[in-house]
């Protein structure tokens, strides 16, 4: 599903904010429609765009450590979407996001399996619940937001190099 837009318009944009002028006018095509037509419109975007819009739904639902957990636990119970998270990050070559993806997925997976195998629902009260969870989501919290301005650096620089992905230019 790739977007047309002004080769001018795409040289104006700011590096800190092309990853998501990329992806912004598909979220907001699918903003407030059913999963069905999310879904449809998920399966048309190219694995760039994949990438970026999973990377984006996540990281614009982290402004606050209640909803790093919640978020971070509502994508490692639906697994499909929290391995789409870590294979974006693959496709834009992030290994320090990566490993940081694995050591929440470990967290959220201690916390939130249950001895079945059964999944637990998070909850924001866990971490006022569980001052030793509070602690280890904080940790990871303050790690995710300084390793958040190396991976746009690397979403950027993919861009750059496969915007084709993303856009046609058109003069």
């Known amino acids: ?17 092309l990853g998501w002028k990329m992806i912004e006018p598909i979220i907001e095509r699918i903003k407030g ?45 639906d697994l499909r979407a929290w391995q789409a998270l870590k294979k974006g990050m693959r496709q834009f070559e992030d290994e320090g996001m990566l490993r940081l993806y694995d050591q929440v997925e470990a967290l959220v997976e201690s916390y939130n399996r249950k001895p079945d195998r059964s999944w637990r629902e998070a909850i924001v009260a866990d971490l006022e619940q569980n001052e030793e969870l509070y602690g280890k989501v904080s940790h990871l919290y303050e790690a995710y937001k300084k390793q958040a301005p190396a991976t746009l650096e690397h979403i950027h620089h993919y861009i750059q190099h496969n915007v084709e992905e993303f856009v046609e230019l058109v003069t």
């Open 33 to 77: 429609k059913d999963p069905i037509e999310k879904s449809q419109v998920y399966a048309k975007l190219t694995e760039g765009q994949k990438a970026l819009f999973m990377f984006f739904v996540f990281h614009k639902h982290t402004e606050s450590i209640d909803e790093f957990y919640w978020f971070a636990s509502y994508f490692v119970g």
């Open 1 to 17: 599903m790739i977007i047309k837009m002004q080769t001018d318009v795409y040289r104006s944009i700011a590096q800190d904010s």
